[in-house]
């Protein structure tokens, strides 16, 4: 890199970190409504959850009861206080760019939609996240509460009936379908807003130096971690660098999790691609021992009724959502049933799971065997990836200090 181009970076560097500091955060009438019922309690069975209670910042929009325990709580209780999740709770940051769920014919795929398998469309609302945030009130594994009429009913005689009409009117209210849908769009609004989708991790800073340099510069073409001296220096350690070379190198990550821009230049990668895949992750006995149940097998994509009735082949069974990797760092446990509890073991089981020595799959048909699986990466190389994956955080609380915020939000 030359001269003239270390110093832009660095001026770029002071001018984000001093806007930083400044940037207060401002929301619309319509996500500040949405923000109140994404925290309020009292659209929920015993008035003892909200979303925020699964779905808190301090563990990057997942839960932090999870994150607290990776091992022995994979998984969310529901405001009954009993039923629970078979499913990781995944963070919500970026949701909001998932596109409505398609079938692509470039790819030969399903693309897009909300939940592991996708099953929150979009196409009933024409936004799969309006529509998924219709679900969890209803559901007993949620917010519990009996009809959408008792949900609609709440927000009427709660103090947020003010802002509810300042934006949606005075016939906001005029029937049970449509209050409800209008109740979705707001906390949708309040999910896409930039104080959910911050884009405020040290990648970010770093992506911001490289487009000062050369606002068309293309992060997934790094690939060669003998280089990383020559990218803006001083954000991200030279370990980091070398691991951010390696994911899309290879490892291959950045097939699935797209390193590229969303849109050049304007939104930084997303670090998904909304495909679904099964990467033959074992089926997670801990579930089992705390549902004091034997649980069904867990089939994703092909596991939905209206995927089945055209899947005749049986050929999108066992796949689930290709994830975003923001703010992985703190949303332990991973995968979709949490069998993972740190990053450590999931990246090793990408790297060696052809190498025989895990648990059998949960289901064995459909693995992608080309991509992951037996990467050749040596110890230091999973390190560097990880080490990588820790610069997605959108807060950097660690230790004690984050262990404090976290039994805080976790009693939320
Ligand atoms: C009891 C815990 C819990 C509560 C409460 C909860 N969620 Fe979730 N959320 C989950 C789980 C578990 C999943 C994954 C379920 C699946 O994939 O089948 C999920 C998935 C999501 C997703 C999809 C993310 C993705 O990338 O696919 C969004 C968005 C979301 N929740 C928003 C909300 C909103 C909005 C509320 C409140 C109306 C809420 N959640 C309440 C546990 C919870
Ligand atoms: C072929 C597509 C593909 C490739 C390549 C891929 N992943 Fe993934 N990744 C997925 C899918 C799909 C899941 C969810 C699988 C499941 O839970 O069943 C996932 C899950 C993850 C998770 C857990 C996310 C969470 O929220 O629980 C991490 C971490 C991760 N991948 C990192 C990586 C890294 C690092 C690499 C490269 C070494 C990589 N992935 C390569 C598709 C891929």
Not at 54 to 73: E, F, Q, T
Not at 234 to 255: D, M, P, R, S, W
Not at 400 to 409: D, K, R, V
Request: hydrophobic share 40%; net charge negative.
């Amino acid at each position: 890199m030359n001269r003239k181009n270390i110093i832009c970076s660095v001026v770029g560097l002071f001018l984000i970190f001093a806007s930083g500091k400044a940037m207060a955060v401002e929301l619309s009438p319509l996500e500040i409504l949405g923000e109140n019922l994404f925290k309020t309690k009292k659209l929920s069975l015993y008035q003892n959850r909200s979303c925020k209670s699964c779905h808190n910042p301090i563990s990057g929009y997942a839960d932090p009861a999870n994150l607290l325990n990776p091992v022995k709580s994979p998984v969310s209780f529901g405001a009954d206080g009993e039923s629970m999740s078979i499913r990781n709770t995944p963070s919500l940051a970026y949701a909001g760019f998932t596109p409505t769920f398609h079938w692509d014919d470039d790819i030969g795929g399903y693309v897009g939609g909300l939940f592991w398998d996708g099953s929150a469309t979009g196409h009933f609302l024409g936004d799969p996240l309006a529509e998924q945030a219709q679900d969890p009130f209803l559901n007993p594994v949620g917010l519990a509460m009996p009809d959408k009429g008792t949900v609609v009913d709440a927000v009427r005689t709660s103090h947020y009936i003010t802002k509810f009409i300042g934006v949606f009117g005075q016939d906001g209210f005029a029937d049970i379908d449509s209050a409800y849908d209008h109740i979705a769009t707001a906390i949708a609004a309040f999910e896409r807003s930039p104080k959910v989708a911050k884009f405020a991790s040290r990648f970010d800073s770093f992506w911001q130096a490289c487009k000062e340099v050369d606002p068309a510069m293309d992060l997934s073409a790094i690939t060669d971690p003998g280089t990383v001296q020559s990218l803006p220096q001083g954000v991200l350690t030279e370990q980091e660098l070398q691991g951010l070379a390696i994911f899309n190198g290879k490892g291959g990550c950045a097939n699935c999790h797209t390193s590229s821009d969303y849109e050049t230049g304007v939104t930084p990668p997303l670090f998904t691609n909304s495909t679904y895949e099964n990467l033959g992750v074992p089926f997670n006995p801990e579930i089992e021992e705390i549902a004091q149940d034997t649980l069904a097998i867990d089939y994703g994509l092909g596991g939905r009724d209206d995927i089945a009735a055209n899947d005749p082949a049986g050929l999108e069974i066992g796949k689930f959502k290709v994830p975003t990797l923001r703010n992985i760092a703190l949303t332990a446990p991973y995968g979709h049933n949490g069998y993972f509890p740190s990053l450590e073991l999931m990246v090793h089981f990408l790297n060696t799971r052809e190498l025989g020595s895990w648990e059998p799959p949960e289901v064995a048909d459909n693995i992608n065997t080309q991509d992951v699986g037996r990467l050749g990466l040596s110890q230091e190389e999973e390190a560097a990836i990880i080490a990588f994956l820790r610069t997605l955080s959108d807060h950097e609380l660690t230790g004690p200090e984050l262990y404090n915020h976290l039994i805080f939000a976790a009693e939320k």
